[in-house]
């Protein structure tokens, strides 16, 4: 079951797939319980990925009341609508939650407030969940990348000077590829990954732990 609120979008990629779609807010927690439920009279729903995210760089003194709401519903109020909504569906066989978190959680990266606060919010509401819905073999997992290469960075990464410097923080020495997330992604969602629950898996090319000597 695919779920945005892009729905030309969300119906292409239906239709390429051959899934379900529903077309959804992820800031409105009543049209997240609405959508999940919907999902669970097809089927039992063992795996949920929040893959919902903003690019919004500025310093505390310039962001407007209005985009630090934005940046925090978007990023950290979607993740709790997603938490809710499948903890209630997934009670009775548990299940995986993935949630999406960003390496600028855990590292001082300036102009990145909103979204350094959005993102290590959907952390602790990951390792919270964890807790909570452990007894019901519900296992709550975040996957936070580093810079990559997606239609939401591509304003940024279009320029070259930019691209290269932002490689360059990365001891890799270059910018993500979409696959990689996605695979962090997928390995958390397998039930083989059933012993893993209430961590923060870092797929940023070492940005947030590490330093290259050049």
């Known amino acids: 079951m695919l779920a945005g609120r892009d729905e030309v979008r969300l119906?292409?990629?239906a239709a390429e797939l051959g899934a379900e779609s529903c077309s959804v807010d992820a800031r409105d927690l009543g049209q997240v319980e609405l959508c999940m439920k919907r999902a669970a009279e097809l089927r039992p729903i063992h795996g949920v990925a929040n893959c919902v995210g903003s690019l919004l760089l500025k310093p505390a003194h310039l962001l407007s009341e209005e985009q630090w709401d934005d940046v925090i519903d978007t990023n950290l109020k979607s993740a709790f609508a997603v938490v809710r909504a499948?903890?209630?569906?997934?009670?009775?066989?548990?299940?995986s939650i993935v949630?999406?978190?960003s390496a600028a959680a855990r590292i001082g990266l300036a102009n990145h407030e909103a979204i350094s606060a959005a993102k290590a919010g959907i952390e602790g509401l990951a390792l919270a969940a964890a807790a909570t819905y452990a007894a019901r073999g519900i296992r709550v997992n975040c996957v936070a990348p580093g810079m990559t290469r997606t239609p939401l960075?591509?304003?940024?990464?279009?320029?070259?000077?930019?691209a290269k410097a932002s490689a360059g923080?990365?001891?890799?020495?270059?910018?993500?590829?979409?696959?990689?997330i996605a695979s962090a992604i997928d390995w958390?969602?397998?039930?083989?990954?059933?012993?893993?629950?209430?961590?923060?898996i870092a797929v940023d090319g070492g940005l947030s732990r590490i330093r290259s000597r050049s």
Do not use: C, F, K, Y
């Not at 499948?86 to 299940?95: I, L, N, R, W």
């Not at 958390?188 to 923060?200: C, I, K």
């Open 188 to 200: 958390l969602l397998d039930s083989e990954q059933s012993w893993v629950t209430g961590q923060v």
């Open 86 to 95: 499948s903890a209630s569906v997934m009670s009775q066989q548990g299940g």
């Open 153 to 162: 960075t591509a304003n940024l990464l279009q320029n070259e000077a930019m």
């Open 99 to 101: 949630l999406l978190s």
């Open 169 to 180: 923080m990365h001891a890799l020495g270059r910018i993500g590829a979409p696959h990689e």
């Open 11 to 13: 119906a292409s990629l």
